[in-house]
């Protein structure tokens, strides 16, 4: 029975639990908002054909709506990095003050990255380590990064597993899509090195025409570090240990030895001596090899990919490459395991194509250091005192002609990765980061604006660029027809 003054307090109770229910419906509106907003990032992705939910839901970029809306419209990936300004700048420990001479964890800096389409669909979201890449260009005020995924970051995603590349496969003759990995390069644009934007993407595509199956794919990319555009990049899977387990199969990459042959002289540290004291000891062995002699044919052969390293000299040669024999040198294997590229041989890497494109004369010279200069731990010289290597080189030499290093096809490369570099290139050349990539190195004088490339400066240096590139293959021809006569 309801009293009296059950009555009385009957607008009050009324108002009490309404206010709970008030309360309790916006606080369930409240965690819906929440969970969308967490959601929506893998929500947009499962949207994407065979696309897993990939996106932390342990982060979230503050920075997203302001990039955005910077710009009219982006014609390529954005990658976001979301950083502690300490962990950038910090007197002691900053990135991009004071760490960029340090090697390994040393080196790494926690962040978050995001990489968004170029309508700003997301396709990475979560957190990761952030070194400096490359070796003297750390120096430069525009850096390359190297971006990693790590399990300490971010338990839910310690690996990547959105393909950047547009269908990475294995190279190990299974063909399988490579999933997951566990890092990539953040290459920048910039004078001196890569000063059309071009020179890397246009190296490598015409090396994976001409038969290097772990030529580098590439894609152009516009780079923000907490709000702020840093330039045109394009974004390289990595070359590491993790990075050749992935690409060739390989279960367990502590089976692999990796080592920069001139690390040292370049950094000031080696971060792996014994693999180089090991290399150098089969150097020093084919230097005294008789490559005539079918036995020691057979040694050499167990511990070199003899193929593999002729085409790596000879796709830099018709690359005009002038930044390599004596500076750029990485050489790995994998123990052997019976199976492809797990076989206890040396291999090389093809990478770092920022110069070629040289000039006439330095292709020509390119030619004599190859073939007959056997400093620096050059070992082709050695490999061509054996008839069959020398006319194995010279077959190599010529079928990568026919199937890149012609002008149809020279021409046709171009022209595709102009269109997909051109709008972030003229972006870049009238935003606030041009001035970083106008200055290479931390010594150097900051040029006036007068100095500064325009875009038809920047179009005449790839015409310089291809006309270089066309005309090198009849350098090399010419060359070697000198040195070995047929």
């Not at 004291?277 to 005294?288: A, I, P």
């Not at 990485?330 to 041989?345: A, F, I, S, T």
């Not at 050059?378 to 006319?391: A, R, S």
């Amino acid at each position: 029975m309801i009293t009296g003054r059950d009555l009385r307090s009957l607008p009050g109770q009324i108002g009490y639990f309404m206010n709970r229910k008030l309360i309790s419906l916006c606080l369930l509106l409240a965690s819906a908002a929440l969970a969308l907003l967490c959601l929506g990032f893998s929500r947009k992705a499962d949207e994407l054909p065979g696309i897993p939910a990939l996106y932390s839901r342990s982060t979230m970029d503050p920075w997203q709506s302001q990039i955005l809306e910077s710009r009219d419209q982006f014609h390529n990936l954005i990658v976001s990095i979301v950083a502690d300004d300490d962990a950038l700048y910090g007197e002691e420990n900053g990135l991009l003050s004071a760490r960029y001479r340090l090697q390994g964890m040393d080196g790494e800096q926690e962040i978050q990255v995001f990489v968004y389409d170029s309508e700003g669909g997301p396709l990475i979201a979560q957190r990761a380590g952030l070194r400096i890449s490359g070796a003297t260009s750390r120096n430069a005020i525009r850096k390359s990064f190297r971006v990693i995924a790590r399990k300490e970051y971010d338990q839910q995603y310690p690996k990547f597993t959105y393909d950047l590349w547009g269908g990475r496969t294995t190279v190990d003759g299974s063909g399988e899509p490579i999933e997951e990995y566990s890092s990539f390069i953040l290459h920048s644009v910039r004078l001196a090195m890569d000063s059309t934007g071009v020179h890397n993407s246009v190296g490598y595509r015409l090396a994976e025409k001409a038969g290097i199956i772990d030529a580098s794919p590439t894609t152009p990319a516009a780079v923000y570090i907490n709000g702020v555009y840093q330039g045109a990049y394009f974004i390289i899977p990595a070359k590491t240990d993790n990075a050749l387990a992935e690409l060739y199969h390989i279960e367990d990459k502590d089976d692999i030895e990796v080592v920069s042959v001139f690390e040292e002289e370049k950094t000031g540290v080696q971060t792996a001596p014994e693999v180089l004291e090991e290399y150098l000891d089969f150097v020093e062995f084919l230097r005294e090899a008789d490559l005539t002699d079918p036995e020691t044919v057979a040694q050499v052969e167990a511990q070199l990919d003899v193929r593999q390293c002729l085409q790596y000299y000879a796709v830099n040669l018709l690359l005009a490459n002038g930044d390599w024999l004596n500076n750029n040198l990485r050489v790995w294997r994998c123990k052997d395991n019976g199976l492809p590229y797990q076989d206890g041989k040396w291999r090389f890497f093809l990478f770092d194509l920022d110069w070629i494109g040289s000039f006439s004369e330095l292709a020509v010279m390119n030619v004599d250091q190859a073939a007959l200069d056997d400093s620096d731990y050059n070992i082709l010289p050695d490999l061509l005192e054996n008839p069959d290597y020398l006319e194995e080189f010279l077959r190599i030499v010529a079928q990568m002609e026919e199937d890149a290093f012609n002008p149809d096809t020279i021409e046709a490369v171009f022209a595709g990765e102009e269109a997909r570099m051109l709008e972030e290139a003229a972006f870049d050349f009238q935003s606030d980061a041009f001035a970083g990539y106008m200055m290479y190195s931390v010594n150097s004088t900051p040029v006036g604006e007068e100095e500064y490339l325009t875009l038809e400066d920047r179009q005449f240096l790839i015409e310089d660029l291809k006309a270089h590139l066309l005309e090198t293959p009849a350098l090399v021809d010419a060359r070697l027809e000198e040195l070995f006569p047929r």
